[in-house]
């Protein structure tokens, strides 16, 4: 359903289990660059109005999010550790040369978006599957649908304000890049890298 190019190696769930208080930190801050870049677009492109009630709903919902994996870190004693570097983004947002038309811009930010979203969705499928902690499996699979139907979106949005056939060769080509930059990530407790 997701069409990635490359799943995430199982195993990957191995190095999380020994590392759940990184994977809910890291969590927790995915969260809440979700609800920016939504807020971002809402901001870069206000003359899109089906667009930027879709992006208020999104933003309050990722904070919310944020707020469930924030409470299970206090839960387990933890406090919110520092932010740190997204390798998988930072590799993936080059994929798209800068510039271009206000519509070119939209369309790139909408798939990055939905990748990004695909993958989180991808990762959540294997916590949900394959973690040994069955309340914290729970959680992840229901946050599992939500990404889900937020890589829907993003997608559907691209393709209507961009050329369908155009969108859907840049999406493929994209999810092929992605593939690469993900033959070198998933050794550590991050929920992309």
Wanted: hydrophobic share 40%; aromatic share 10%.
């Amino acid at each position: 359903m997701l069409g990635l190019k490359l799943p995430t190696d199982p195993r990957w769930v191995n190095i999380v289990e020994k590392n759940i208080d990184e994977i809910l930190t890291d969590h927790a801050y995915c969260e809440q660059k979700a609800a920016s870049t939504a807020i971002s677009l809402i901001v870069s492109f206000p003359e899109y109005p089906e667009l930027i009630e879709e992006m208020i709903a999104l933003s309050r919902e990722e904070m919310g999010h944020f707020k469930m994996v924030h409470d299970r870190i206090l839960a387990r004693g933890k406090t919110l550790g520092r932010d740190r570097k997204d390798e998988y983004v930072l590799q993936l947002v080059t994929f798209f040369p800068k510039g271009g038309s206000r519509t070119t811009q939209l369309v790139h930010r909408l798939l990055y978006a939905a990748l990004i979203e695909a993958r989180s969705c991808e990762r959540f499928r294997l916590l949900s599957e394959e973690l040994e902690d069955k309340e914290l499996a729970e959680f992840y699979h229901k946050l599992m649908v939500s990404e889900a139907s937020h890589y829907t979106m993003f997608l559907k949005f691209a393709r209507q304000y961009g050329e369908k056939s155009e969108v859907d060769k840049k999406w493929q080509d994209l999810l092929t890049f992605e593939a690469e930059i993900m033959k070198n990530l998933g050794d550590k407790e991050l929920i992309h890298g």
